[in-house]
């Protein structure tokens, strides 16, 4: 877990975003763009906005020892966006003020005989017990030429070999940077490189790895990098058709290929959506050998005693999904597998995350080693009743087949959702949303995990 410690009276984020190289690079980003401020279009086109969002979560382990993480807290998100300066090249500025007040948090984390542990939501402090508040300063820099765009700070990807998470307060931003360009007609190509994060609970930017990378232990050092990368592109060639293409690679650890193709079509009653996707999982520098996975630049799965692979990434997976909706019904069916020795992968220091894939659920992901899951989801939009900004959902996973020492494992998971969006009067846009989760294993503790959230934006310019 992530300690704070304070600094003369200054509060102990704001101390640390100050320090950050990041932030010093993104400050001298901003010198560069002062003799050009003024020009028509960065003030006119900027947008700044304030989102309160209040977030309640319990993690309620059902046996093993597990004990129950209860946490309640007020975010606060500033967040601006310039326009960009005439001319040939444009520059921007964003800039993101993210803090988070804790309003409850019992017990102290490690501390036997506590019925409530920390850390799922605020950084600790050194005696295991939550933080009072955390918070994140990150500008970016941004540069447009034509339809491209290039920007340099705080990020947050939804692409299918990187994926922002935001299952808690403060959302996971990645620091890097990054290229965007749409220069050609229904085609979106996308480049960047990533050095750093900052957690869902923490206010410093940590180094990257995967699951098996973070040891933990006396024998073994955790293993980071600061190179990830990533490039590829969304086609569209028709109307309901797109086709995507993605590689990632965290340098030391694994190289990644993705293929999907997304397709809606139109049926004589309701409609279609097939949604499929394939990632191809590889070792890379430090993680190929076995020296350097002796070193402790490994990877989670399941290997038969002495296979001198073991540790290696080495996966695949391939998922369907089958939506038909009708009014305002929408119901799937999706199959996932995984083969190879290696956890299927991608990046995860601890803190949680958010894989491309069909069984990203709200408790748990089903990316073990050898296993096929099955997932059938339900939902409904009241507005087809006359209630619009009410939604409902429902979601079961179904997982088996896991590779392990005692036989194929198994795991599921059942999620209940229900979204209501105010849509006039004074609290217009105000948004309530109930999430619970019930998992159950054969191998690993049980949980039950409800989320109550409470948004509201307010725009400012």
Do not use: C
């Amino acid at each position: 877990m992530l300690n704070q410690q304070a600094t003369g009276t200054m509060p102990r984020w704001m101390v640390r975003t100050v320090k950050s190289k990041k932030t010093v690079l993104g400050g001298l980003g901003l010198a560069l763009l002062t003799q050009q401020v003024g020009a028509a279009g960065f003030f006119e086109d900027s947008k700044a906005d304030l989102t309160l969002k209040n977030f309640y979560i319990n993690q309620d382990q059902r046996h093993g020892g597990g004990a129950r993480a209860e946490e309640w807290g007020q975010g606060f998100f500033l967040r601006y966006q310039s326009g960009f300066t005439q001319g040939l090249v444009g520059f921007g500025l964003d800039a993101e003020m993210l803090y988070g007040l804790r309003l409850d948090s019992g017990g102290r984390a490690g501390k036997a005989g506590i019925t409530r542990t920390p850390g799922t939501m605020f950084p600790l402090d050194h005696d295991g017990s939550a933080e009072n508040g955390f918070g994140r300063l990150i500008p970016t820099v941004k540069m447009r030429i034509s339809e491209t765009i290039f920007q340099y700070g705080g990020l947050t990807p939804k692409l299918p070999v990187v994926n922002s998470n935001d299952g808690r307060l403060l959302p996971q931003t990645f620091l890097g940077g990054q290229v965007t360009s749409k220069e050609i007609k229904d085609l979106t190509m996308v480049a960047g490189k990533l050095e750093r994060s900052y957690e869902r609970n923490s206010s410093n930017s940590e180094p990257l790895s995967i699951g098996g990378g973070y040891n933990n232990s006396a024998s073994l050092k955790d293993r980071y990098s600061n190179e990830f990368y990533y490039a590829g592109f969304d086609y569209k060639p028709m109307k309901d058709l797109t086709v995507r293409y993605y590689f990632g690679q965290l340098k030391d650890f694994y190289d990644q290929h993705f293929v999907g193709l997304v397709h809606k079509m139109s049926l004589p009653v309701g409609s279609l959506t097939t949604d499929l996707r394939y990632f191809n999982n590889d070792s890379d520098g430090e993680n190929s050998s076995k020296s350097g996975r002796a070193e402790g630049w490994r990877s989670a799965g399941y290997w038969s005693a002495g296979d001198p692979d073991q540790y290696e990434v080495d996966s695949s997976l391939w998922s369907a999904m089958f939506t038909y909706a009708l009014g305002g019904h929408s119901a799937s069916l999706g199959f996932q597998k995984i083969t190879g020795d290696s956890d299927f992968v991608y990046l995860l220091k601890g803190q949680g995350s958010s894989p491309f894939i069909i069984t990203d659920m709200q408790s748990q992901k089903f990316t073990n080693a050898g296993q096929q899951t099955w997932v059938a989801k339900y939902g409904y939009d009241f507005a087809s009743l006359g209630v619009p900004g009410l939604k409902a959902s429902v979601a079961h996973a179904k997982g088996r087949e896991i590779d392990a020492a005692d036989g194929n494992n198994k795991e599921w998971e059942t999620d209940y959702r229900v979204d209501y969006v105010i849509q006039s009067g004074y609290l217009k846009g105000l948004g309530l949303t109930a999430r619970h989760a019930m998992f159950r294993s054969n191998d690993t503790t049980d949980r039950d995990e409800t989320r109550l959230l409470v948004n509201y934006t307010i725009p400012l310019l």
